[in-house]
């Protein structure tokens, strides 16, 4: 996860895109991607439910992120 980040970190700061709302999409796919390649095949263990609040709590992050942009985006009569 943390190598994720870091990776994330240096390229939207190497193209000039750096902004904290793609910085938080790019580590909430890190996550989703690191949950799901570790998740148990057989097994469920009581860690997993926290990481699933983890998860929920990004998603709904992400659901504002993309409510603020897309007001930023619609005209001011629209709005």
Not at 26 to 53: M, Y
Request: hydrophobic share 60%.
């Amino acid at each position: 996860m943390l190598a994720w980040t870091l990776t994330g970190l240096f390229v939207l700061v190497t193209t000039g895109w750096l902004t904290y709302e793609l910085f938080f999409v790019v580590s909430l796919i890190g996550v989703l991607i690191v949950v799901e390649f570790t998740s148990p095949i057989h097994v469920r263990p009581l860690w997993r439910k926290r990481v699933r609040w983890i998860v929920l709590v990004g998603i709904a992050g992400f659901l504002v992120v993309l409510a603020r942009r897309t007001i930023a985006v619609l005209p001011p009569e629209v709005v």
